[in-house]
Nanobody, 128 residues
């Protein structure tokens, strides 16, 4: 059984930084595993933030967070980190991590439907 647990959210001011963590309880990651981060603000649809290929470490970012957010992973701890810098009020949302352990090239990294497992989410609030 796969379990994803996010942490690290909080209330910060515009311009501040936060680091979110997602710990994955999974027996083994395949070479096709893709970990993604999504967010959902009140009254808005869930949107893609970033993703990382677990084996190769390739990263992908939404245009809205490029150059501000950085993904990394710790293979030993089965943890993915989302470093968020220069936070803006529009970054306020619940952030979710997600996993597809058998990601294929016909799937879209930015689509939530491509992921099979989701965490419970962590709230990020950025005040102006």
């Amino acid at each position: 059984q796969v379990q994803l647990v996010e942490s690290g959210g909080g209330l910060v001011q515009a311009g501040d930084s936060l680091r979110l963590s997602c710990v994955a309880s999974v027996r083994t990651f395949t070479i096709y595993a893709m970990m993604g981060w999504f967010r959902q603000a009140p009254g808005k649809e869930r949107e893609f933030v970033a993703a990382i290929n677990w084996s190769g470490g390739s990263t992908f970012y939404a245009d809205s967070v490029k150059c501000r957010f950085t993904l990394s992973r710790d293979n030993v701890k089965n943890t993915v980190y989302l470093q968020m810098n220069s936070l803006k009020p529009e970054d306020t949302a619940v952030y979710y991590c997600a996993l597809n352990n058998y990601f294929t090239t016909v799937q879209r990294i930015e689509s939530g439907r491509a992921y099979d497992y989701w965490g419970q989410g962590t709230q990020v609030t950025v005040s102006s």
